[in-house]
């Protein structure tokens, strides 16, 4: 008989990263993100400064690694009235303290993908921000091309609300990003939902409203024209306007 050996299902732990993981952070960073960072962001990261960290640790491993990080997040707090979604956000101006939580970087080595981790940081992220009094809301930025985070976030309540272009460059070519926005402790946006899906087709849809503006201009003139085709004069000013708001109600 052949005894086939089942694999030890890994027992993931979360703690907060600190100076020992330094080496390993700095490769894992290397390994996954295509944009290079500099020495003092990771030494920033492991000691605290001015960023908040949780690492994911497989417990099953053998020996040393079992503390060993294999997936990460990193943030830091930010003044809302300075961050770049100050107009994404519903918020008393006269506060000064009001704050928001961005998050720089997130990722897990790939044997250990699709196991949760990734969205189990996140909440670790978003409960931090939640037990700030003074947090509004959660924010990121992901590059046009990464799916499978885009459809991360959004299965988290992230909310998609601005598109921006050529913000990276990599490697002598731009992309564009996508901004998603999580709101928490009462943080909401200002935006109707179409000026919303107006920012995150920017320059696009420019085209398209002029185009419908035009097409519907043109459905009334003609409208206008056929009546006066058939009567063989305009009617008087108090009718013609009164036509007018009739066509365009049908339309």
Not at 23 to 50: A, M, Q, T
Not at 142 to 157: D, E
Request: proline share 4%; aromatic share 12%; hydrophobic share 40%.
């Amino acid at each position: 008989m052949v005894n086939l050996k089942v694999p030890c299902r890994p027992i993931i732990a979360y703690r907060p990263i600190r100076p020992s993981d330094l080496v390993v952070l700095e490769k894992l960073h290397s390994e996954l993100f295509p944009i290079r960072y500099e020495s003092e962001f990771f030494h920033n990261v492991v000691n605290g400064r001015d960023i908040v960290s949780w690492g994911a640790v497989d417990r099953s491993r053998p020996n040393a690694q079992s503390d060993e990080l294999i997936g990460f997040i990193t943030a830091r707090i930010v003044s809302a009235k300075e961050s770049e979604i100050e107009d994404l956000l519903s918020f008393d101006s006269s506060k000064t303290d009001q704050t928001l939580v961005y998050i720089l970087t997130l990722g897990v080595v790939e044997s250990h993908r699709n196991l949760g981790i990734a969205s189990a940081l996140i909440h670790e992220v978003i409960k931090y921000a939640s037990n700030l009094s003074t947090c509004r809301a959660v924010y990121l930025h992901v590059i046009s091309y990464n799916n499978s985070a885009i459809l991360l976030y959004k299965k988290m309540s992230f909310q998609c609300v601005r598109r921006l272009y050529n913000f990276y460059f990599i490697n002598g070519q731009h992309y564009d990003s996508y901004l998603f926005v999580y709101y928490v402790n009462g943080g909401r946006s200002p935006c109707s939902p179409l000026f919303i899906t107006m920012g995150l087709l920017g320059r696009s849809i420019v085209p398209y409203m002029n185009a419908l503006f035009l097409s519907g201009f043109k459905s009334v003139a003609a409208k206008l024209w056929r009546n006066e085709e058939r009567k063989n004069k305009w009617p008087n000013v108090k009718n013609r306007v009164a036509f007018y708001l009739q066509c365009r109600t049908k339309e």
